[in-house]
């Protein structure tokens, strides 16, 4: 034991009163503290009259270091016993109880630490912080208590003994003041979920405090959205249950009056701009319902509208006026002179594999520029959908003179790579399995790579997918695509196919909801070990081996995700294939799609209808089976190569398919009573079309006439958080007598 000894200069007076006067202090007990730091703690110094709430003062300064176990003052005359009892290391931190949570996870919250002084404090801290960690998975009755062991030598081991509980439930989520949009509709918007049939297998209906935050923040964009620009979270109440196992959520809202778009106008005081010109840039029309993505969209239009104007720091200011009679919000669109800024340059940190011009070029904006605020946050919108950063913080603040702005770019990688084992099952092809590796950030390049191999119980598919999506430092994406098909009599034939293929593509925007794709491919097909009775297959099997050389290209108009109704939308595709560069075979295909999808009944029913149409159109020859087209997957309720013109020359009627085919699918989804939190719901379907026309018919004997097949069934929908699953019940109204029907289709696809 280390004993230190102060002697002060002068003599002390009898204490009087409760009135200490030190000469000298002895400190006994530290071993790693020395006394000099100690007494420091206490503030005595020397000849200092001391009262004995002064006295206490220093005394409890040094216990409150948080040093020592046990602190001990004893005034003995002139001279002052400190005794303390350091508080021992700790030899090793050990976690007990836990399952859920492994020592590796619980080691990175605690700050406990072997080899560093055991403080009872920072233990109860470490312990709050890991109940804190199994609340955030939905444990709010977990308990952690820090326990020690005495060791030798002064060490303790640090023991935290975990009840982990159980994990607490939502049971109910219920709604009070909605009176738009029902109670299913609003829980279906929601991140949180509510208990259901596979609810050991669903993260998102446990108890997490962070999610209903984050949810009141999703019911105001949901209202939003939709025009109810009053609306309100009152508040949200969360009661457990009398058994204490679950919650009972209540969000308490106030939905407010729908608006929609009033007069919207464009106005400027500007000598340079033509308020005429930019009103007709503006596409949104009075009646809309009102969204603030609309007003957002319509900025950013104007504001691009002046950039290829070569009209510099124009910005757009939206003035909103409100028709309390009318229910609607007037909008005038100022378009006035911003301040003189520049940018002065954009500094990216965080990014250890990406690299700097991959996150550069999700600006519009380079060094130099004119500053655009309302860019900068599109900039940061688009980096954070790269999906390669857990975090993206985009920030400007001012530069070395006040006429320019630092953008700084604060990111958090995260991994980008996936390797993925699939199994599918249909029907017709039974079960298949797929290994998948993809890597969406190659190389920190912002690149896509995929490698695909895919078996079934007869086909085979292998596959490598390439995708640069800024070619030339430009919006272009760049793509190549090379695969191996090989079928083994699938879908009831009694031939083999095998597809070797290469295609380049370039796709690049044409519109703000359009695109346009250009491709060249090189393939060789071969038609092979046929065992039917069909002349008109073997006489294409004859032909051995092909090599097709194409050119095309694909329109594609989508506005389900940003339409001026966020309720409905519409796909279209036009695509056409010119084959004849070269190769065996001369044709021209073309096929085109129209899509609709619409939600009514305050969004509890789902509309969606389909039209589909191609044509193969020979230049030189007959076309092959390999070619032609066949309506599987296109037409529910019939087996895959199920309907069609078929050669009679077989006795159960070889599929042909078809030169030319047509498609339409409808179909309604709706709830069936059935609480949501099982995510199933119903559907009925009716399909209508048919595949005709041929080369080679035989000399007339095979009817290749267009004769349409139409279907009706039911489907029942089950979303699992295993994947989704969808059963489809049913019956032809109208086919031939050689078609082959399907009456029941079992769909799944299942990842993990």
Do not use: H
Request: hydrophobic share 35%; with cysteine; proline share 3%.
């Amino acid at each position: 034991m280390f004993a230190f000894t102060v002697a002060c200069g002068m003599q002390a007076t009898p204490a009087q009163a409760q009135t200490y006067r030190f000469s000298s202090v002895q400190i006994e007990g530290n071993q790693r503290v020395d006394g000099a730091t100690i007494l420091n703690y206490a503030g005595i110094e020397r000849g200092q009259s001391l009262s004995a709430g002064q006295l206490n003062s220093a005394y409890q300064r040094v216990v409150d270091s948080g040093l020592f176990e046990t602190v001990e003052f004893v005034p003995a005359g002139n001279t002052l016993q400190i005794t303390v009892k350091e508080y021992p290391t700790v030899n090793l931190v050990n976690f007990e109880g836990n399952k859920k949570l492994k020592d590796e996870e619980l080691a990175t919250i605690v700050q406990s630490q072997s080899r560093r002084v055991y403080s009872p404090r920072q233990a109860e801290a470490d312990a709050a912080s890991i109940v804190t960690a199994y609340e955030q998975s939905g444990r709010i009755a977990a308990t952690v208590t820090p326990r020690i062991i005495r060791r030798s030598d002064n060490r303790v081991d640090l023991i935290f003994e975990i009840a982990e509980g159980r994990v607490v439930e939502i049971e109910r989520i219920s709604f009070v003041g909605n009176r738009t949009y029902s109670e299913r509709r609003l829980r279906r918007a929601l991140q949180t979920k509510q208990a259901g049939l596979l609810r050991r297998l669903v993260s998102r209906d446990t108890f997490i405090a962070d999610r209903i935050e984050f949810d009141k923040q999703v019911l105001r964009d949901f209202y939003m959205s939709r025009g109810y620009i009053d609306f309100q979270v009152l508040s949200v109440n969360s009661e457990l249950t009398r058994r204490r196992d679950a919650f009972l959520i209540t969000f308490n809202i106030r939905e407010g009056q729908q608006f929609k778009f009033g007069e919207v106008t464009a106005t400027s005081d500007l000598a340079e701009i033509d308020p005429d010109e930019f009103q007709a840039a503006i596409k949104v029309r009075p009646g809309v319902v009102y969204t603030p993505s609309l007003v957002e969209n319509t900025i950013a239009r104007l504001e691009r509208l002046a950039l290829q104007k070569g009209l510099n720091f124009i910005r757009v200011e939206p003035r909103i006026n409100r028709d309390e009679r009318n229910l609607a919000l007037d909008v005038e669109f100022a378009i006035t002179r911003g301040p003189r800024v520049f940018v002065e340059r954009i500094d990216i940190e965080g990014n250890s594999t990406t690299l700097d011009r991959v996150v550069r070029r999700q600006f519009r904006t380079v060094e130099g520029d004119p500053f655009n605020p309302r860019e900068v946050r599109d900039a940061a919108e688009r980096i954070r959908a790269l999906g390669f950063f857990s975090t993206a913080e985009v920030e400007a603040r001012e530069g070395t003179t006040p006429d320019q702005v630092i953008v700084d770019v604060n990111v958090e990688e995260q991994p980008s790579g996936s390797l993925s084992f699939g199994l599918n099952y249909s029907v017709e092809d039974g079960v298949g399995a797929a290994v998948s590796f993809t890597e969406t950030n190659f190389l920190g390049r912002g690149q896509f790579l995929n490698f695909t191999i895919g078996t079934g119980v007869d086909n085979a598919q292998y596959a490598v997918r390439f995708a640069e999506p800024a070619f030339l430092g430009r919006d272009v994406r760049f793509g190549f695509d090379a695969r191996y098909d090989e079928t083994d009599e699938q879908n009831d034939t009694d031939y083999r196919t095998r597809t070797i293929s290469v295609s380049p593509s370039l796709t690049f925007p044409v519109g703000e909801n359009s695109r346009l794709q250009l491709r060249y491919a090189i393939e060789e097909e071969n038609l092979f070990s046929y065992t039917g009775s069909s002349s008109i297959i073997q006489a294409e099997v004859d032909e051995g081996a092909l090599i097709t050389s194409r050119i095309g290209y694909t329109y594609s108009y989508d506005t389900r995700r940003s339409g001026l109704n966020p309720n409905a939308g519409i796909q279209l595709r036009f695509s056409q294939d010119y084959a004849g560069l070269g190769g065996d075979v001369d044709y021209i295909e073309t096929s085109g799609l129209v899509g609709a999808e619409a939600q009514i009944f305050n969004e509890d029913v789902t509309l969606r209808a389909e039209l589909e149409a191609g044509a193969l159109s020979m230049i030189n020859g007959d076309s092959r089976v390999v070619d032609r087209f066949f309506l599987n997957g296109k037409i529910r309720g019939f087996e895959g190569n199920g309907i069609g013109p078929r050669d009679p020359e077989r006795s159960n009627g070889e599929a042909l398919g078809g030169n030319a085919f047509l498609a339409a699918r409808f179909e309604a989804e709706f709830p069936v009573g059935i609480p949501e939190e099982y995510g199933i719901t119903g559907g009925v379907f009716a399909d209508v079309g048919s595949v005709w026309s041929l080369d080679n018919d035989g000399g007339g004997a095979i009817d290749d006439s267009l004769k349409l097949r139409s279907v009706v069934g039911v489907s029942v929908f089950w979303t699992t958080p295993l994947g989704p699953l969808r059963f489809n019940f049913s019956k032809a109204i109208q086919k031939e007598d050689f078609d082959r029907e399907q009456n029941f289709d079992l769909t799944i696809s299942t990842r993990f």
